[in-house]
């Protein structure tokens, strides 16, 4: 493995350490992964070279203080949700919502809303007739969010 690598792995750790009281209060912030980025740059960058944007990309991964994007390749299916939403009862949606809530209450439940909304938008209607196929794929950092997106998908 590259010792670059392994040098920001390090640096990932310590930034860990340093962020670990907010994160058991569930405060973990972007300002403040900013300015845990910045001193470490500042203090261990002369000693092995890393890329700070980097790390603080990785940091915003693992501490899920900011929201993603939704990517989408393809345009070619109507958009349906909006027009149905007031006729679906959406009961396990609703359960999921609350448990996610319960169980973590940092979690970013409203964003999480949105996007299952956004992609279920652009899956087919399922009360359109005739025969058709629609697919997708998730990509993400580790720990950002997509077994929770698929979860609620589903739901």
């Given at each position: 493995m590259n010792n670059?690598?392994?040098?920001?792995s390090s640096v990932r750790i310590h930034a860990h350490t340093l962020l670990s009281q907010k994160n058991k209060m569930g405060t973990v912030s972007e300002y403040d992964i900013k300015t845990v980025t910045e001193l470490l740059y500042?203090?261990?960058n002369s000693?092995?070279?890393f890329n700070k944007d980097e790390l603080f990309e990785v940091l915003s991964a693992d501490f899920s203080v900011r929201k993603g994007e939704i990517t989408i390749l393809s345009d070619d299916v109507e958009p349906w949700l909006n027009?149905?939403?007031a006729n679906i009862n959406f009961e396990l949606w609703k359960r999921y919502k609350v448990f996610m809530k319960d169980n973590d209450p940092s979690f970013p439940v409203d964003d999480l809303d949105d996007f299952t909304d956004k992609i279920l938008d652009k899956c087919v209607n399922p009360k359109k007739q005739g025969s058709?196929?629609?697919r997708g794929m998730v990509v993400g950092h580790v720990q950002?969010?997509?077994t929770s997106n698929?979860?609620?998908?589903?739901?």
């Open positions: 670059n690598i392994d040098f920001l500042n203090s261990l000693f092995s070279p027009d149905e939403k058709w196929d629609r950002s969010g997509k698929y979860v609620g998908l589903i739901n």
